[in-house]
């Protein structure tokens, strides 16, 4: 009992009163791994970080394993897919109108971290 004669409160009343704060945290934590994004624990520096730029006048599709997007006219966009702990090739297929324009082919570096392609320079795919 208290000084004033009243009860002290459970220690689970404390508890319910953090419920709805934790609970909101939790939703706001989930909500930032939304959107498709991928968590890996990996430095970006154990990738090859590729820009790739559309420097043509018509929104193209680019892919590869593990990434799909759009990039809209004379726009750029990063991609960091590849492992760079060896020397490897980066291929990359662009696509208009759902026909294959062409792939890009970059040869990449034990440890290279950034390269850069143009998609104007895309040439047919090899199978």
């Known amino acids: 009992m208290t000084p004033d004669g009243e009860r002290p409160p459970y220690p689970d009343q404390d508890v319910r009163r953090l419920l709805p704060a934790a609970a909101a945290s ?3 934590l989930l909500a930032g791994c939304g959107g498709g994004a991928v968590l ?4 970006l520096s154990n990738f090859l ?3 790739v730029k559309n420097d043509t006048n018509k929104t193209v599709t680019i ?4 990434f799909r997007d759009t990039l809209d006219a004379r726009s750029a966009r990063y991609e960091a897919a590849w492992l760079n702990a ?5 291929r ?3 696509s208009s109108a759902g026909r294959t324009i062409g792939c890009l082919t970059i040869r990449y570096r034990k440890g290279q971290q950034h390269a850069t392609a143009l998609v104007s320079t895309a040439v047919p ?3």
Request: charged share 20%; with cysteine.
């Open 26 to 28: 939790v939703t706001l």
């Open 125 to 127: 795919c090899r199978p």
């Open 49 to 51: 970080d590729l820009q």
């Open 92 to 94: 990359v297929r662009v």
């Open 40 to 43: 890996d624990p990996a430095a």
């Open 86 to 90: 060896r020397p490897g090739v980066a």
């Open 63 to 66: 892919a590869s394993l593990g």
